[in-house]
């Protein structure tokens, strides 16, 4: 299976909003969107966890 399941969390805040699926084989880097925080109640920036 080349799709993954990785969880996104908010850099203000530490924590883990969106999970998500990425090809490995196409994207060896982390992801790093800028998606809504609810508890932070902006958009921030979100990174792939381990």
Same mark, same amino acid.
């Given at each position: 299976?080349? &799709?993954?399941?990785? =969880?996104?969390?908010? +850099? !203000?805040? &530490? /924590? !883990?909003?969106? *999970? =998500?699926? @990425? #090809?490995?084989? #196409?994207? +060896? &880097? /982390?992801? !790093?969107? @800028?998606?809504?925080? /609810?508890?932070?109640?902006? *958009? +921030? =920036? *979100? @990174? !792939? =966890?381990?």
């Amino acid at each position: 299976m080349a &799709q993954d399941l990785i =969880t996104l969390a908010c +850099t !203000e805040c &530490q /924590r !883990e909003n969106y *999970h =998500t699926s @990425k #090809n490995k084989k #196409n994207v +060896t &880097q /982390r992801l !790093e969107r @800028k998606k809504y925080c /609810r508890w932070c109640r902006t *958009h +921030t =920036t *979100h @990174k !792939e =966890t381990k």
